[in-house]
């Protein structure tokens, strides 16, 4: 099993190595870190109970930090731009794409069909979409003849990341 990463200040007792999901309690420590031990923990039945305090899991894990696979080199500013428009618009095709970004249809293509092979958009199947302020307001309409994107899982991610490292 991976190394647990927990929040500052605690640390796993090594008596009973407690791990999800397995019920917890703290031990406040001398030098004001709190020890994690199982709440069964044979080592605290002789401790002084008002130094002992319940956790959860979810209040002492460290957040996992998100790091891209190798092929995040691969993107360029205008990948970003893709992904941006899909993560902002949702649901949409290439030349609506081209429009929208002021890039040449084709450019649209490559970049929508370089992210679906990358795993960080994919195709979906014709959808009712209804059109965006500025096209049609408040009409719905089915395309058979365009080939839609939106995000994945992974392409999220990535945007955020890049999003993130920007800041």
């Given at each position: 099993?991976?190394?647990?990463?927990?929040?500052?200040?605690?640390?796993?007792?090594?008596?009973?190595?407690?791990?999800?999901?397995?019920?917890?309690?703290?031990?406040?420590?001398?030098?004001?870190?709190?020890k994690v031990h199982?709440?069964?923990?044979?080592?605290?039945q002789h401790t002084?109970?008002?130094?002992?305090?319940?956790?959860?899991?979810?209040?002492?894990?460290?957040?996992?930090?998100?790091?891209?696979?190798?092929?995040?080199?691969?993107?360029?500013?205008?990948?970003?731009?893709?992904?941006?428009?899909h993560g902002n618009?949702?649901?949409?095709?290439?030349?609506?794409?081209?429009?929208?970004?002021?890039?040449?249809?084709?450019?649209?293509?490559?970049?929508?069909?370089?992210?679906?092979?990358?795993?960080?958009?994919?195709?979906?199947?014709?959808?009712?979409?209804?059109?965006?302020?500025?096209?049609?307001?408040?009409?719905?309409?089915?395309?058979?003849?365009?080939?839609?994107?939106?995000?994945?899982?992974?392409?999220?991610?990535?945007?955020?990341?890049?999003?993130?490292?920007?800041?």
């Amino acid at each position: 099993m991976s190394s647990l990463q927990l929040k500052e200040n605690y640390i796993l007792a090594n008596c009973c190595h407690p791990r999800p999901p397995e019920p917890l309690i703290g031990y406040f420590s001398h030098d004001g870190v709190l020890k994690v031990h199982k709440e069964d923990c044979p080592n605290l039945q002789h401790t002084d109970r008002e130094r002992l305090v319940g956790l959860k899991w979810a209040e002492i894990l460290a957040p996992e930090t998100f790091q891209p696979d190798d092929d995040f080199d691969e993107l360029d500013e205008t990948d970003f731009g893709v992904l941006r428009h899909h993560g902002n618009l949702g649901i949409d095709y290439s030349l609506k794409l081209a429009r929208d970004l002021n890039i040449a249809k084709e450019t649209a293509f490559e970049r929508h069909r370089k992210l679906s092979d990358m795993g960080l958009i994919e195709r979906v199947e014709p959808t009712m979409v209804q059109y965006r302020k500025g096209v049609v307001d408040h009409k719905w309409i089915k395309h058979r003849n365009h080939t839609y994107y939106d995000l994945t899982p992974k392409g999220k991610s990535y945007l955020e990341y890049h999003e993130g490292s920007k800041s």
